[in-house]
């Protein structure tokens, strides 16, 4: 005696409706987060892309935090000149393999050219996953503010350089700010956060960044140094 499977045509096309109705809500809830950072953009000053950039994703993608998984994708880009400075904001995702199936990591990057190449830098806070990798191996450099140390994980091959970054005004103002994942990556200073950011924290965002890039010292762009 054979079992048959049946195909159930009723529960199918609720199945296909749900799916449907889910997709409708998150392009609807895309377009009306690329509205709102279209405007944010032009208060600012920048331009704005809604569309998905391959080139971006692969600017971004050797941020530490960005350079892992598959299918890197950035979209919602402002890009221009803030403050003087040469800024990128977006959204950045890509897709890591979980066994047979897949999750997609969401990501919000603020970030500003800086004059010449630097050292990697990731400054992150302090979490488990931070401490099970220090007793494997990954150094966590660490500095003269005990609470500094307790608060951030900071890595990087070049101690001389985390410390001329991280000099005593910078630690103070990483210690009252909100704790963002920073990197320095070639010509890159980035600040990013998981999830999605708010489009109406965007300018926060980026005077945080400029401020940040304000604290660091002016002998680390001189090439004579």
Not at 62 to 75: D, F, I, N, S, V
Not at 77 to 84: E, K, N, W
Not at 166 to 175: D, F, G, P, T, V
């Amino acid at each position: 005696m054979h079992e048959h499977s049946h195909f159930n045509p009723l529960i199918f096309m609720i199945a296909l409706i749900v799916t449907g109705v889910f997709a409708l809500i998150a392009y609807r809830k895309q377009k009306k987060r690329a509205a709102a950072l279209e405007v944010v953009a032009a208060g600012l000053g920048l331009s704005f892309d809604p569309a998905y950039s391959k080139e971006m994703a692969r600017r971004l993608g050797t941020l530490k935090e960005l350079h892992t998984g598959y299918e890197h994708l950035a979209r919602n880009l402002l890009r221009g000149t803030y403050r003087g400075e040469s800024v990128i904001v977006c959204d950045y995702q890509f897709t890591i393999p979980e066994g047979k199936e897949s999750r997609t990591e969401h990501f919000h990057v603020t970030a500003l050219e800086l004059p010449r190449e630097l050292p990697t830098l990731c400054i992150s806070p302090e979490n488990f996953l931070d401490k099970a990798a220090a007793a494997v191996g990954f150094e966590d450099i660490n500095f003269e503010s005990a609470e500094f140390s307790r608060t951030f994980w900071v890595t990087g091959p070049d101690k001389k350089f985390a410390y001329d970054f991280c000099n005593a005004r910078m630690i103070e103002y990483l210690l009252a700010t909100p704790k963002l994942y920073v990197q320095v990556e070639g010509t890159l200073l980035a600040v990013i956060r998981r999830g999605l950011g708010r489009p109406d924290a965007v300018q926060a965002e980026l005077d945080h960044l400029l401020q940040l890039r304000g604290l660091m010292p002016d002998y680390l762009f001189d090439p004579n140094a």
